[in-house]
């Protein structure tokens, strides 16, 4: 699992996920060890390192010298997105093809991505700056069919208003734990640099769901999660990625070109 040191960090996420999730080495979940090598990756990057400038988004503890390497990197005449365009969530769309995507939501202060789910995926997420706060679910008994009627089932919870301050660790969900139902909220300015394997196809069984959620006052920790709409007001915005170019294995089909 040895990475090129001359490599910008997106370089060497990519590859990696690309190794360890892509259709042909794909065997199953990824392992432990594999897990942990993404994580290592995701907790060595900052916003600059895909090309977003925190600016005063961001403590001074966030802001180490360590992106100073991709810099070095960085053709001259790099441009930065900044903090301050994000007015509403915003996902900056870097990578995806059939077996993983690698984005990152922008979020200003006060935002929130509703509770949503991610069916059979590994999501790894690495906070860049800023602080958000979690909830999240899995469900107690096997994921609601994704066909046919609005999805609902009972929920264990995993977190509840749980805050995440950077610099932290990444974090990863699973298909069955780790709190793949979740709903996001910005309590500062904030960014998530997200893994999905694989990404959202509705045409595959994986859509994109949100939920309501009920608590079970008889249940204590538990609660029933009901498919909801989204307000008629929602809307994610899209950002170009102006980061590091990525050399990408142009055997995988793409959805993005």
């Given at each position: 699992?040895a ?9 060497r996420?990519?590859d ?6 892509s ?7 990824p392992t432990l ?12 990057m ?12 961001c403590s001074g503890s ?5 992106s100073?390497?991709d810099?070095d990197?960085s053709?001259?005449?790099?441009r ?6 994000f007015t ?15 984005g990152v939501f ?11 789910d991610?069916p ?8 860049l ?5 979690v ?32 610099p ?14 979740h709903?996001?909220t ?12 694989p ?6 069984g ?5 939920f309501?959620?009920?608590p ?18 929602f809307?994610?915005?899209?950002a170009?990625?102006v ?12 959805r993005?070109?």
């Amino acid at each position: 699992m040895a990475m090129d040191d001359h490599q910008s960090k997106v370089q060497r996420l990519y590859d990696a996920c690309d190794a360890v999730f892509s259709s042909g080495n794909k065997a199953g979940l990824p392992t432990l060890t594999q897990i942990r090598w993404l994580q290592d990756l995701l907790d060595g990057m900052e916003a600059r390192d895909v090309g977003i400038d925190a600016g005063s988004g961001c403590s001074g503890s966030e802001r180490s010298s360590s992106s100073s390497e991709d810099d070095d990197r960085s053709p001259p005449g790099r441009r930065f997105l900044s903090v301050q365009a994000f007015t509403r969530i915003t996902y900056v769309h870097v990578h995806e093809c059939d077996d993983f995507s690698i984005g990152v939501f922008c979020f200003p202060a006060g935002a929130t991505l509703p509770l949503h789910d991610h069916p059979q995926m590994v999501v790894l997420s690495k906070l860049l700056y800023g602080s958000m706060r979690v909830k999240s679910y899995d469900w107690a008994t096997a994921p609601p069919p994704c066909s046919g009627p609005r999805k609902s089932g009972l929920a264990r919870v995993v977190a509840v208003d749980e805050v995440r301050e950077a610099p932290c660790k990444a974090s990863v969900l699973f298909p069955r734990s780790g709190g793949n139902i979740h709903s996001l909220t910005a309590v500062t300015p904030c960014a998530l640099l997200d893994v999905l394997a694989p990404p959202y196809a509705e045409e595959l069984g994986r859509p994109s769901t949100y939920f309501s959620d009920i608590p079970v006052p008889s249940l204590p920790g538990f609660a029933v999660l009901e498919e909801a709409d989204l307000p008629d007001d929602f809307r994610v915005a899209g950002a170009p990625y102006v980061g590091p170019e990525l050399t990408v294995d142009m055997d995988t089909i793409y959805r993005y070109n």
